[in-house]
């Protein structure tokens, strides 16, 4: 049923236009649970960690190359307002998505670094603090007040890899190089003298945004493998086993290595 008055809505609004509607809201608090309106409401906007296929370090990626593409398709010419979005510090994963302190600060992190690259839209932070009237540990553990210091990128892998170093670590593993991760996680892991394993994720089938991100990563792997050299890399991975088929990550395993045999 959602599926269908989503698309009622999309045809009335593209029929009438933006002005004809103060907003669209979701659900019957008199009869329906606050958790059932609250996973219709997740349904119809989007937000990462609901997706499950995203990790927190790709909050920012799903916004930017997921949500906000389907909302200008929608609503062409129109502003993008993302009026709620963040990440649980409690609860139970879905698929690849982690709820704890440190995924909700680093899909913080990774939202505000993909803002920067995209000022025409506008993100809210989602939400100051807890709201323990909620009806699961997800739902009520959104807050930020008080539970971290969102420093800079580069203090918090420095930190990381000191706290590695200390611990017996030899090496980090990154996966994914969104807002210059991998760059960031190579001069901690060098100050520290760490090794990386690198990781190119990239879901679906290599075409479109797919291809265009492995792209991307494949550059920011020969920008990072030039400046630090090749002994600070214990190696490369390619795709996600566990959101992707076996097919699609030997396809994507035989273009970089293509790819890194013709730079």
Not at 93 to 98: K, L
Not at 133 to 157: M, T
């Amino acid at each position: 049923m959602a599926s269908n008055d989503v698309q009622t809505f999309r045809t009335a609004y593209a029929k009438y236009g933006a002005g004809r509607f103060v907003g669209l809201t979701i659900g019957n608090e008199v009869n329906d649970s606050v958790g059932n309106i609250m996973a219709k409401v997740y349904d119809v906007r989007g937000i990462a960690f609901y997706d499950g296929g995203r990790t927190s370090g790709q909050a920012g990626d799903f916004v930017f190359k997921t949500v906000v593409p389907a909302l200008k398709a929608a609503c062409p010419g129109k502003k993008v307002i993302i009026s709620e979005s963040g990440w649980p510090s409690r609860g139970g994963s879905i698929g690849v998505a982690a709820a704890s302190v440190a995924d909700e600060r680093n899909a913080l992190l990774n939202l505000s670094c993909a803002c920067r690259d995209d000022t025409s839209v506008s993100v809210y932070a989602f939400e100051y603090d807890d709201q323990l009237w909620k009806a699961n540990d997800n739902e009520r553990s959104f807050g930020i007040a008080g539970k971290f210091n969102l420093l800079d990128k580069s203090q918090q892998w420095n930190s990381l890899a000191a706290d590695a170093k200390k611990s017996g670590y030899k090496s980090l593993r990154i996966t994914g190089f969104d807002c210059d991760a991998l760059s960031l996680a190579s001069s901690a892991a060098a100050a520290n003298g760490l090794m990386v394993l690198a990781g190119i994720y990239a879901s679906g089938d290599t075409i479109g945004a797919s291809i265009q991100q492995i792209d991307n990563d494949v550059q920011a792997f020969r920008d990072a493998y030039a400046k630090y050299g090749a002994d600070r890399y214990v190696g490369l991975t390619i795709g996600n086993e566990v959101n992707d088929s076996p097919e699609n990550i030997m396809s994507k395993v035989n273009d970089v290595r293509g790819m890194l045999m013709n730079a």
